[in-house]
C-alpha cells in the first residue's frame, strides 16, 4: 500500500451538487482523491457513483460546487481538454476500427512522427498483455481482450487521472478476479491515480487504497477498506459492506469506556473508537462480524468470552459452514462462519453450542 | 399435406408479383409492334429505337438530377432529425416527429395540389426545382426513418470515448459517427433515388414543361406503336435496378461486417 497522506491532492470535490430536473442526484459532495492513489467509489445502483465519475470526466455539468482536478477548477473545461481518461462500462471498443487503431486513436493529435507514435501503440498493448493483436479487427475480441484495449487506449495518453466505470462488471468471475489483480499491478507500474466505479463490495476491498461509500447522492462513509469493514459508521454501510449481525443493546453509562447491555450479551465496555452514531429513529444496537464469532468445540480454550446458543441454520459450503446460531436471552440469530477442518463436525440444526466472541470486535450503534 | 399447399401459395405468389416484370424483356425482344402472344420472332430493334429517342434522353436526365438531388437532400434532413430524435431531448419531441413522418400517409394527389397552390401564388415557376422540393417532402419520412435505426443502435458511450480521447464534437461525427451509420445513410439514399425516380404525381403537377422519366413513359403509352420501345426501356431499368440494389446490398454487408453487428436483413 501507499503511504496516501503525504501525496497531493488530485481531485477535489466542493459541495457538488446536481440535479436532473427536481431529481437531486448529487447531494453536497466534499471530498479529495490523492495523487496515485486508487480510490472507489461504492455504493448501490443509482447512488451517484456513475454520476460523480461522469462529473470528473466532464460528461456531466453540475448544477453547483466545483471540481478541482490537479488544483485547477474545471467548470469551464470541455471533456476533451481534461487530463482524464475513461474506461467504459460498455468498452466502447470502436467497432469499425481495427485494434491498434483503437489503441492509437488519441494519438492523433500527437505530434511526434508516425513511427514513434507506433511505437507507443505497441508499448501500450504490451502494458495489457495484447502484444500482436494489433491488426485484429476490435469486434472480434473477447469480453476480457476488449477491456484491455480499452485501458490500454485510456493509459496511452498517459492521464493525470484514470476514471472505470464498472470495467469488470461484465466479466465472468474467473475472469474478473483475475482483472482485479491485473489493474493493481497496472496501477502500481504506471502510478496514475486510479478512479473506481463499482457496486461490487469485495471488489472494491480487493483494489482499493481508499473507498467512497456513497447512499442517495452523499458520500456515507469515506476510509480505507480496513477502517470500512471493522469500523462502518453506520448500519447502511456495514450491511452493505460484508454481512453484520446486529443485536438490540442499551447504553448504561459513558465515560473514558461506554458501558452497555447487548441482549444475549450481558454487560459490555467499549473504547469510544468503536461507537458509531446510529441514524435517527434507530434504536441501539450492537455488530459483529461473522467471523468475530465462533463456536467452541470440546476441549477447546474458551475465548474472551463466551455466551450458550441453539443452531438455527446450517448453510454448508465447503470451505466454510455458516451457522445462524439463537444465542439464549436474545430476539435475533447471529450469523456466524466457521473454517471447515479436518475432525471437526458440521453441527446439526437444534444443537446447543459455546460462542466464543470479544467485546473488541464489536461495533456500537447508537 | 400442408407443406405442399404453402408451397404451392408461395409459388403462385411469386408468379403474381414478378410475372408482368417478366413479361417486359420477352415483349422488348419480340418482333412484333403488337403486344400479344404469339411471340413472332427476335429483335433488338426496340433497344434501337429507344437509344435514339432524343426526349427520352431528356427526360431519363431529368429524372436523374432529380432523383439525385432529392436522395442527398432528403438524407441530409434525414440525419439532422434521426439524430435530434435520438441524441436530445426538447418540448414538443414527439409532436414534432408526428409531424416529419405525416407525409408518409397523406395522399401525394393532394400534396401536390397544395404545394402547386403554394408555389402559383407566391409566383414561383414550376421546374426541376420545384419537383425536387415535392420529392424531398415525400422522401424524408422513410430517411428519417431509416436512419433513425441507425442512429439507435449507436451505443452513445462510443461518441463520449472520442471525446474523451481529445476529439471535437465535429471531428467525432465525422470518425465516429459517419463510419457506423454509413449503411443506414446508404439505404436512405438508395430509397430515397428509387422513391423519386419512378415517382409519377408530383412531378407531373409540378414539373411545368420540363419531362421526367416517369410522365414521359405515361405519354407515350397513348402511342401504341412506341410500345415495344417501352418494353425496351422497361428491359433495362429492370436490369439497373436489380445492379444497383446488388451494389448497395454489397456495400451494406461489408458496413456491418465490419462493424461486428449482425445481419438483421436487408433489401436482398
Known sequence: MTTPDEKPNMIEFRDVQKYYGDYHALRGINATIRAGEFFSLLGPSGCGKTTLLRTIAGFEDISSGAVLIDGKDMARVPANARPTNMVFQSYAIFPHLSVEENVGFGLRRDPRPKDQRARAVAEALEMVGLQGYGKRAAHALSGGQRQRVALARALILKPKVLLLDEPLSALDKKMREQMQVELIRLQRQVGITFILVTHDQEEALVMSDRIAVMFEGQIAQLADPETLYRRPNSRKVADFIGTMNFLPAKVLSEGPTIEIEAEGLGRISLAPDQVMEATSGEGASIGFRPETLSILFDGQATSDREAMGTVAEVVYYGDMTYYDMKLDGASVPMRLSMRNVPGRPVLDLGARARIGWSPGAAVLFR | ?268
Request: positive net charge; proline residues 5%.
Open chain 2, 1 to 268: 399435406m400442408k407443406s405442399t399447399s404453402l408451397k404451392a401459395y408461395t409459388i403462385a405468389y411469386l408468379i403474381f408479383l414478378y410475372a408482368p416484370i417478366a413479361l417486359l424483356p420477352l415483349f422488348a425482344f419480340n418482333d412484333s409492334r403488337v403486344i400479344a402472344f404469339p411471340l413472332s420472332g427476335f429483335t433488338t430493334a426496340w433497344f434501337g429505337e429507344m437509344w435514339a429517342d432524343e426526349q427520352l434522353f431528356k427526360a431519363l436526365k431529368n429524372s436523374l438530377i432529380i432523383a439525385l438531388c432529392t436522395a442527398v437532400l432528403a438524407t441530409t434532413l434525414g440525419v439532422f432529425a434521426a439524430r435530434a430524435s435520438t441524441r436530445y431531448r426538447f418540448p414538443g419531441k414527439a409532436g414534432i416527429l408526428g409531424l416529419i413522418m405525416l407525409p408518409l400517409v397523406l395522399p401525394e394527389m393532394i400534396v401536390s395540389m397544395s404545394i402547386l397552390v403554394i408555389l402559383l401564388a407566391i409566383g414561383i415557376p414550376l421546374s426541376l426545382f420545384t419537383i425536387i422540393l415535392g420529392h424531398v417532402l415525400l422522401c424524408t419520412p422513410f430517411a428519417v426513418a431509416i436512419l433513425t435505426s441507425a442512429f439507435q443502435s449507436l451505443d452513445r458511450s462510443l461518441e463520449e470515448a472520442a471525446c474523451d480521447l481529445g476529439e471535437t464534437p465535429l471531428s467525432t461525427f465525422r470518425l465516429i459517427i459517419l463510419p457506423l451509420v454509413m449503411p443506414g445513410i446508404i439505404s436512405s439514399l438508395l430509397i430515397s433515388f428509387t422513391i423519386s425516380i419512378d415517382e409519377f404525381i408530383v412531378a407531373y403537377f409540378l414539373g411545368g414543361n420540363q419531362t421526367v422519366l416517369s410522365v414521359y413513359i405515361f405519354g407515350q403509352f397513348r402511342f401504341p406503336t412506341r410500345v415495344p420501345a417501352i418494353m425496351s426501356l422497361g428491359t433495362v431499368l429492370v436490369g439497373l435496378s436489380i445492379v444497383l440494389l446488388t451494389i448497395a446490398e454489397y456495400f451494406r454487408r461489408r458496413g456491418i461486417a465490419r462493424a461486428g453487428g449482425k445481419d438483421t436483413g436487408g433489401f436482398l
